[in-house]
């Protein structure tokens, strides 16, 4: 089945410096569509970034990712860091299309940015 | 504006106890309904959809039903808790038609089973 792995389960960063979480799928579809939706601490989690099309950069408050199908991959980005990003962002993968397509999710990467 | 509430924030329970957890979407006619589950330390994994009123499609089987007894409301329940229910709640709708399916989240429900 699909999977969506995220390495880092904790990342610290110095306000200011440039910030690179890591996604990496798998997935027998050829049409993958990849989002980053970002929690913060007692609000809902919301859809931050998305993209299906390769090799194209998508960006949204700041945050930048590029989907690359040769290598799986949909790292978020940042090039400098805010303490207001400190945040649980998660990576998921729309498997197939329709209203009941599933979204697999990877576990997660805490981003703590401090001052 | 489309507003999601989900009841109750939290919920501590008693083993073999019953469950039953709301999820509400204002503002938005006919949405896609999910529920998603988040164990301690895991990821958020599917549990239900819905695209319809009194129409309810099961992803993983956790001993957990679902209902849509309202075009706008999805309720997720159990007569039986098990110590593994603990977890993250989490309502989602997206928007029917939309290919992408881009979800909307509610704010969601801890619920400690003990």
């Known amino acids: 089945g699909d999977s969506v792995t995220q390495k880092e389960g904790l990342v610290t960063l110095t306000e200011g410096l440039p910030v690179m979480l890591n996604c990496t799928y798998q997935t027998i579809y050829s049409n993958a569509f990849l989002f980053w939706y970002v929690h913060y601490l007692n609000e809902s989690p919301r859809l931050l970034l998305k993209?299906?099309?390769?090799?194209k950069r998508t960006e949204h408050q700041g945050f930048h990712a590029t989907l690359h199908k040769s290598s799986s991959s949909f790292h978020l980005q940042k090039s400098s860091a805010q303490l207001s990003d400190s945040a649980l962002y998660y990576c998921?993968?729309?498997?197939?299309?329709?209203?009941?397509?599933?979204?697999?999710f990877g576990k997660g990467t805490k981003l703590s940015v401090k001052s | 504006a489309q507003t999601i509430h989900q009841w109750p924030v939290a919920e501590i329970k008693a083993v073999g106890s019953p469950l039953s957890l709301g999820c509400t979407i204002k503002g938005k006619s006919s949405p896609n309904l999910y529920w998603y589950w988040q164990a301690t330390g895991g990821t958020l994994q599917q549990l239900f959809y819905?695209?319809?009123?009194?129409?309810v499609e099961s992803v993983v089987q956790l001993n957990l039903s679902a209902s849509r007894p309202k075009d706008d409301q999805f309720i997720l329940s159990t007569e039986k808790l098990l110590l593994s229910h603990s977890g993250f709640y989490l309502c989602?709708?997206?928007?029917?038609?939309?290919?992408?399916?881009?979800?909307?989240f509610g704010a969601g429900t801890r619920l400690s089973v003990l």
């Open positions: 989602a709708w997206s928007p029917l038609g939309d290919s992408q399916n881009t979800l909307y």
């Open positions: 993209s299906s099309t390769d090799n």
């Open positions: 998921a993968l729309r498997n197939s299309g329709g209203s009941n397509a599933k979204l697999t």
């Open positions: 819905s695209i319809t009123v009194g129409q």
